[in-house]
């Protein structure tokens, strides 16, 4: 078992900035690589960033709608991974899910969640 804890969400101003950290405890050496999903009111739930987990080479990958403004990165010494949002837009404003993936599954499937935590860019 994994257990994911975020933190970092709140209300800002379009323009400003935001970083997210999601803490993970439990089986870590079973995580393949961890992310950010987020979800807006009546909105599917997207992929934002992805890093993989361990080792001396990080692949990131991030949506389209991100690139340039967001940017991941993980501390593997306090097994946490944060998400740095600059630039935030209005559209940005949504529920981000902290996500891992397991060793033997994709590095974009979650097998277990985060509670989810809110961030509100206003105009």
């Known amino acids: 078992q994994v257990q994911l804890v975020e933190s970092g969400g709140g209300l800002v101003q379009a323009g400003e900035s935001l970083r997210l950290s999601c803490a993970a405890s439990?089986?870590?050496?079973?995580?393949?690589?961890m992310g950010w999903y987020r979800q807006a009111p009546g909105k599917q739930r997207e992929l934002v960033a992805t890093?993989?987990?361990?080792?001396?080479?990080?692949?990131?990958a991030y949506a389209d709608s991100v690139k340039g403004r967001f940017t991941i990165s993980r501390d593997n010494a306090k097994n946490t991974v944060y998400l740095q949002m600059n630039s935030l837009k209005p559209e940005d404003t949504a529920v981000y899910y902290c996500y891992a993936a397991l060793r033997g599954s994709s590095r974009y499937e979650p097998a277990y969640w985060g509670q989810g935590t809110q961030v509100t860019v206003s105009s």
């Open positions: 439990g089986s870590i050496f079973s995580i393949n690589a």
């Open positions: 890093i993989t987990s361990g080792g001396s080479t990080n692949y990131r």
